[in-house]
Every structure is written in C-alpha cells, then in structure tokens.
C-alpha cells in the first residue's frame, strides 16, 4: 500500500507511520519512509536542522518546492512509501504561519502546484494509493503539546481550532478524496495499536489481492525465518 498521511501536528502521524513501517517490515514487506516534509526536516542532523530554521524564506521555499515534486516518483516507484504531510501540510503551514518571524514556515508558497503534485500521482492509475487524514480532538492535542512537546514546534496550541479547520478545508479540495483514495483516522482516545487496526481495516478495500493475501498470512510475533518444505512455506521463530 502507497501511504499519505497527512493531518496537523500531534495527530499522530509519525508513531502511526512507525507502526505501520514495523507491521511491514515483519512481514518481509520492505517500507521507504519520508516523514520529513516539516520544516525543519527530522532526518537532518541536529546541527543542520538549527541551520535549516534560519535559513532564508526563498530558500525554504524553493527546497520545499523541488522536495514535494520529488516525491511524486518515490509514489510512484515504491511499493511501501509511507510519506507524511506532503504538499498538504505545506498548503496549511504557509498561509496559517508564513509570515510569523517566531515560525520557520515562510510566505508566498505556490499554491497553484496542490492539484498538480495530484493529477501527476493519481495519472500513474497506482492500484493501491490511500491517503490517510489523522486527527484527534483539540483537548487530545494540547495535552500531548505539554506531555510531549516537539523540539521545533509550529502550531500553536491556541491555534489549534483554526489549523484542523484548514486541513479540513485541503483535505475536501483534496482529488484523493472526490477519487474515493481517502480514509479518516480519528486518533483520540486510542492505543497506536488500535488505530493500526483501523488504518488496515479502513484501507482493506483500497489495496491489492496480493496485500490482502500478505495480510491475511500468519507470521510468529517474535523474529522468524522463512523455509519452504515440500512446496510449502513455512515460517520458524529464530
């Protein structure tokens, strides 16, 4: 399954996307995680993410710009891609904070390209793209602003109404979903476990017979190896 997840901040998106790339992983199923659209992004090193805050509002732009189209043929070219925010969240994030000089979004991001990176994706007839929007009520996500506060934050918590607002509003301008390719998780009040289940659940009729049939096959908890014994797989825990 080709994965989008998108939603605002604290709504779960990267422990869901962990999860996701372990189910995966241990189904022998190979996952290429981006989860680094928010500026700045999570897999540069510290040092480089201090630098990358300061960096100049055209340069952001223009980095962010050529990272969102890229991204179009990970899509595509991958069969586990598990991408967060995309161009989505950069929609919400400049116009709710592009000219906040306490924020490291930036202004005059160009909005004209949102359908584009779409069109291009959705014209690859991909059998099995789901995009994901997570949410939480806005109580859920000021307690887990203060429990588990982000190193580099951007939304403020009072904020909060107006952000999930303009997610809302891209996500129903969205051709992922007028194209029946979206599924909402409500992540509120659940275990990361749960809402696992329920991305499987919800997507199940998104995906392919060949993922449904990989779901379907059972495999140990613990580590394992596969062997085939007279044309039959098998799997052994190590």
Not at 24 to 49: G, M
Not at 78 to 89: A, K
Not at 163 to 173: G, H, Y
């Amino acid at each position: 399954m080709r994965s989008i997840f998108v939603g605002i901040e604290y709504a779960g998106k990267t422990t869901l996307i962990n999860k996701l790339q372990d189910y995966c992983q241990h189904r022998n199923r190979p996952t290429h995680n981006d989860d680094h659209f928010t500026i700045p992004d999570s897999s540069l090193s510290a040092e480089s993410r201090s630098k990358f805050v300061e960096y100049p509002d055209d340069v952001k732009e223009r980095m962010q710009r050529m990272q969102l189209h890229y991204h179009i043929e990970i899509i595509k070219n991958y069969p586990y891609p598990l991408i967060s925010g995309w161009h989505i969240e950069e929609a919400v994030y400049t116009s709710m904070y592009g000219n906040d000089p306490d924020n490291p979004y930036y202004p005059n991001y160009h909005y004209g390209f949102q359908r584009h990176y779409e069109v291009m994706t959705l014209e690859a007839r991909l059998p099995d793209i789901v995009m994901f929007h997570v949410t939480a009520s806005d109580d859920a996500l000021k307690e887990r602003m203060r429990t588990t506060p982000h190193e580099y934050p951007i939304v403020r918590e009072q904020d909060i109404a107006e952000v999930q607002k303009r997610f809302d509003d891209e996500i129903a301008q969205s051709l992922f979903n007028s194209k029946g390719r979206l599924v909402h998780i409500d992540t509120t009040d659940k275990t990361p476990e749960e809402s696992l289940d329920e991305i499987l659940l919800k997507s199940e009729p998104l995906i392919t017979d060949g993922e449904l049939a990989m779901r379907a096959m059972p495999v140990p908890s613990e580590k394992y190896e596969v062997r085939y014994e007279n044309g039959v797989r098998k799997t052994f825990t190590k």
